[in-house]
């Protein structure tokens, strides 16, 4: 029997007010990835806490390697047709690469486009101590900011390649210290990936605000996940600590071959599937057409009605 609701939760829209107070009732907060307006719809009904628009739709929807070549306007198209569908989920804009390292004046600017012209909620940038100055302006701003450490995707070249973080001592610390940082800076959330189980648990033991992880284990104050990987939508790898909900991938192939077949042998469109005429009409325009050939000139290759 399915659990799911008919219809979107009541209660209104999450807050970060209300991620907050799950936190401090240590009530799981759930969050998912959504690019487009149906996914967003399907998650809002599902009761959903949070939505990230993430850059990761560069790789899983517009078949990029990595996240690097996101723009602005991609990321602004797609957080639009999440906004249309969601009423209900908290909603997270993310910033992609080079819209907040190169000056905060920058940063606060395009973090300012996702509510203004994207119809997000917050933004979430990646990085530790070296972007304090971009998320405390961006906050001054009164645009809310969830921190993004561990494994940082637009770093990939830096960290050379998808590796876990922080399995040292001086690394843990690092990220331990980092997560402090951005708690002070005002960030009123954050991201983990990809960091060992006891390191995730220790920070979300250490930081008041609502963590969130992704392959960071069962300790954090939450979950997310990107949603063509839960689905099975993206076949090109599957991480680790990705459970696959579906295989829709699979499916979408069985669908489309399927279709495909139907076609070439004329079993689709069937009766079902097709518009018929008013059997009336159609006899008159039977003898309108017969009587139209009964007019028909061959010499001038016209009907007589046009010459
Ligand atoms: O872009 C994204 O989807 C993300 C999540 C993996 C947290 O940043």
């Known amino acids: 029997m399915s659990t799911i609701p008919a219809s979107p939760q009541s ?37 959903i806490d949070g939505i990230l628009v993430g850059d990761s739709l560069g790789m899983v929807v517009l078949g990029y390697e990595n996240t ?23 909603l997270v804009g993310d910033m992609p690469f080079m819209s907040y390292q190169a000056s905060t ?19 979430k940038l990646e990085g530790g101590r070296d972007r304090v100055h971009a998320i405390k302006a961006i906050i001054a701003a009164g645009i809310p900011v969830m921190g993004h450490l561990g494994l940082t995707p637009q770093s ?16 843990a610390r690092t990220l331990i210290e980092d997560a402090l940082i951005l708690e002070d800076a005002g960030c009123y ?3 983990l990936e990809s960091i060992p189980t006891e390191v995730a648990q220790l920070i979300s033991k250490r930081i008041t605000i609502p963590v969130i992880g992704i392959g960071a284990g069962m300790g954090c104050d939450g979950q997310i996940l990107v949603t063509h990987d839960l689905l ?15 295989d829709l991938f699979s499916e979408m192939e069985r ?53």
């Not at 999450?14 to 759930?30: A, F, M, N, V």
């Not at 690097?68 to 908290?90: D, K, N, Y």
Request: net charge neutral; with cysteine.
């Open 11 to 47: 209660g209104g829209k999450i807050s970060i007010k209300t991620l907050h107070s799950k936190k401090l009732r240590g009530e799981p907060i759930t969050f998912l990835t959504a690019y487009d307006f149906p996914t967003a719809v399907a998650l809002d009904r599902s009761g």
């Open 68 to 90: 690097l070549p996101v723009t602005m306007q991609e990321m602004l198209h797609h957080c639009r047709a999440v906004a249309r569908g969601a009423s209900h989920a908290h």
């Open 105 to 123: 004046a920058t940063a606060l600017r395009n973090a300012g486009m996702f509510l203004q012209k994207g119809g997000m909620d917050a933004v």
């Open 156 to 171: 990939v070249h830096q960290l050379g390649g998808w590796k876990v973080q922080g399995k040292s001592t001086e690394a």
């Open 189 to 191: 959330a954050l991201v």
């Open 232 to 246: 099975g939508l993206f076949d090109r790898f599957t991480p680790s600590f990705v459970k696959k909900y579906a």
């Open 255 to 307: 669908a489309f071959q399927e279709y495909i077949a139907d076609v070439k042998e004329r079993r689709f469109p069937s009766a079902e599937h097709a518009n018929s005429m008013d059997p009336q009409e159609l006899r008159d325009l039977i003898r309108e057409i017969e009587a139209l050939e009964d007019e028909f000139n061959p010499d001038d290759n016209l009907p007589t009605r046009f010459n």
